[in-house]
């Protein structure tokens, strides 16, 4: 079993996780849009529609960037990286993108505050998937000395974002959605879960 075998029923009878719907950015006000992720996203629409991976070089990895710039180079990106925690759990595999806290140098260090796992078209058969990796991102960070009060993790299919958040054995899942015409709150989320992460 690996991370991609994990639908939200396997997370729930294997890794005992629960999920419930939750708002997690009350109040949340968009975020200053740099002028070059709207260029940026405007040339790369049409080339994102023809695979997951194309999805995630032309709207994913252009957002995370400007993700980045907004939190002042506080976030450390790490692209298609694995995440081998818990053979036997079936705790591994490769993460499609992975944000820490640190500089932007290998190797992938503690601690992880957010997993984005890009899906084609359906975000919800990917939500068992991201929970898994939110599961062993708390472990690695564990292990590493550096717990943090909670992780997040996020399912995008580029257009739509679904935010969520681990706390113990529950995932709590964002009451809505984000849609990339609004991708100022995407931005907006991301740092307000930097800022969570960094102000305990």
């Known amino acids: 079993m690996a991370y991609c075998d994990f639908t939200l029923e396997a997370v729930a009878t294997t ?3 629960t999920t419930q719907p939750a708002n997690l950015f009350p109040g949340i006000v968009p975020a200053p849009i740099p002028s070059w ?7 790369g629409g049409r080339l994102a529609l023809i695979s997951e991976k194309s999805r995630s070089e032309f709207i994913v990895a252009p957002v995370l960037v400007a993700s980045r710039e907004l939190t002042h180079d506080q976030l450390a990106i790490f692209s298609g990286q694995r995440l081998d925690v818990d053979i ?3 705790l591994v595999g490769e993460c499609d993108f992975i944000l820490a806290l640190g500089p932007q140098v290998p190797p992938l260090r503690a601690p992880i505050v957010t997993i984005v796992e890009a899906k084609k078209h359906d ?6 998937q991201c929970i898994a990796q939110m599961i062993a ?4 960070n564990e292990v590493a000395g550096k717990s943090i009060s909670a992780v997040f ?3 995008t299919s580029g257009e739509v974002w679904q935010f969520m958040r681990l706390v113990d054995q529950v995932a709590l899942i964002h009451d809505r959605s984000y849609y990339l015409d609004d991708v100022g709150s995407i931005l907006a ?3 307000v879960i930097v800022e969570q992460t960094t102000s305990k």
Do not use: D, K, Y
């Not at 975000?123 to 068992?128: D, K």
């Not at 991102?137 to 690695?140: E, N």
């Open 88 to 90: 036997a759990s079936g």
């Open 15 to 17: 890794l005992n996780v």
């Open 123 to 128: 975000i919800e058969a990917g939500l068992g």
């Open 153 to 155: 993790g996020c399912v």
């Open 189 to 191: 989320a991301i740092q």
């Open 37 to 43: 992720l709207t260029e940026t996203l405007a040339r």
């Open 137 to 140: 991102a708390r472990r690695f």
